[in-house]
Nanobody, 123 residues
Framework: QVQLVESGGGLVQAGGSLRLSCAASGRAFTRYARGWFRQAPGKEREFVAGISWSGGSTYYADSVRGRFIISRDNAKNTVYLQMNSLKPEDTAVYYC????????????????WGQGTQVTVSS
């Protein structure tokens, strides 16, 4: 059974940092591009960051570029999202996803999804 499991969410004050992790099991995701998306209450789920299977290419939403860093450790089948300088508007459920191909910015390209982890940023 293929599973993506996110961890690392929580409550943090504005200006603080959190590091999310997404561990994959049931399949070697080495050749899969990975992405992070988020959904705030009452809003559509949106792209946050993506990384190619090799880690050589990364992609960011304008709203997080310069504050968030996506990385991966293929030996551990894990992708990370380091979130710095957090803002209240970053509050959302964060989801990781995996894809073999397609537009890394598009939700439709992703084949596997985690259950999500809550990130809450207080002002």
């Amino acid at each position: 059974q293929v599973q993506l499991v996110e961890s690392g969410g929580g409550l943090v004050q504005a200006g603080g940092s959190l590091r999310l992790s997404c561990a994959a099991s049931g399949r070697a995701f080495t050749r899969y591009a990975r992405g992070w998306f988020r959904q705030a209450p009452g809003k559509e789920r949106e792209f946050v960051a993506g990384i190619s299977w090799s880690g050589g290419s990364t992609y960011y939403a304008d709203s997080v570029r310069g504050r968030f860093i996506i990385s991966r450790d293929n030996a551990k089948n894990t992708v990370y999202l380091q979130m710095n300088s957090l803002k209240p508007e970053d509050t959302a459920v964060y989801y990781c996803a995996a894809t073999t191909s397609g537009d890394p910015y598009s939700q439709a390209a992703y084949d596997y999804w985690g259950q999500g982890t809550q990130v809450t940023v207080s002002s």
